[in-house]
């Protein structure tokens, strides 16, 4: 877009490392001249009883009313009466899809050099959806939810993911040979919508199989989309076939087009504060909100000055081998802009 106005977008910071890659990524849409403007949101240090949460009403409605974001890594603080920061995230905005691109970064040597996959978790039910109980002592049950209208809204998302950005295959994830009635009802929602996408082509791979498929030959893979559980385990298994966690964005869909970004990576407490967290996931899912808002020519230009610094080689943060700092990096990747 060439449009010079400004677009609010929420950005929490969050804890550990989350102010320094923060920043990172603040000063490289700077440089960029990025027309975002963003709205700082921290986590509180006291329970707003609105979201139970530490988490407050103001912040969750900024999201609401900006509909795109980004967030750092968030540390839920210990003790009773509050819901996870994440999980408040998650229900409250109603992030029913998360996305992560998992694709083999020239320059930065893997197993494999030629992963381009995307996964497409649903986020709100199955095996997650906090349903555990003592059936009697010695027996504990927990449900696992499979609902016709999540289903479909993952799999709607996933195929309108494919096709706007011209990808040829999805492959659903799934147990359905053993999970009858949940992975079954999940499949069969997957198929109605394949059939509204016939550019696409549709296949189903079991959860085991997969597992054996990527990591044998993860360039099988286009995009793939599965229940919760599935999608939580498969998901890091991409990241770790790219690099790990420093490098891999992730953006979750949220109710009504919300769109919010972030790090796979937790808060780093072990390196917080010292200038040493590695900026490129937070950068790469930042550039993931700027094509979600359109802004492709502004996160093509972020994109490819973070792929060539890391190629270059020369300033390289801790975390892949380096010796670079944060904030030499983030100079970098300004530099290559
Ligand atoms: P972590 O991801 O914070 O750290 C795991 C290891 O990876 C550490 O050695 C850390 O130094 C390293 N690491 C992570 N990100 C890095 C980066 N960008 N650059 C360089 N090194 C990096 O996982 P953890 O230690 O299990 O969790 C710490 C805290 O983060 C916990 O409170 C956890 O609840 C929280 N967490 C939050 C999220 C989130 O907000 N989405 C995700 C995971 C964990």
Known sequence: SS??????????????IGPEIAESVKQVFNAAEVPI???????GDKVDPRTESFLTW????????NKVGLKGPMATPIGKGHRSL??????????????????????????????????????????YSGLEHQVVRGVVESLKIITRQASLRVAEYAFHYAKAHGRKRVSAIHKANIMRKTDGLFLKCCR??????PEITYEEVII????????????????????????????DLCA??????????????GEGGIALAEAVHGSAPDIAGKNLANPTALLLSSVMMLRHLGLNDKAERIHDAIIKTIAEGKYRTVDLGGTSSTTDFTKAVRDNL
């Open 208 to 235: 085991d199989n997969c597992c054996m498929m990527l990591v044998k030959n993860p360039a099988l893979f286009d995009v793939l989309v599965m229940p919760n559980l599935y999608g939580d385990i498969i998901s």
């Open 86 to 127: 994440n999980l408040t995230l998650r229900k409250e905005l109603g992030l029913y899809a998360n996305v992560r691109p998992c694709y083999s970064l020239p320059g930065y040597k893997t197993r494999y050099d030629d992963v381009n996959l995307v996964t497409i978790r649903e986020n709100t039910e199955g095996e």
């Open 58 to 65: 103001e912040s969750l409605e900024s999201v609401r009313q």
């Open 3 to 16: 449009s010079t106005e400004t677009i609010r977008a929420t950005l929490f910071p969050g804890d550990g």
């Open 240 to 253: 770790g076939l790219v690099g790990g966690l420093g490098l891999t964005p992730s953006c979750n869909i």
């Open 192 to 197: 109605e919508v394949a059939e509204k996408y």
């Open 37 to 43: 403007e963003w709205e700082e949101h921290f986590v």
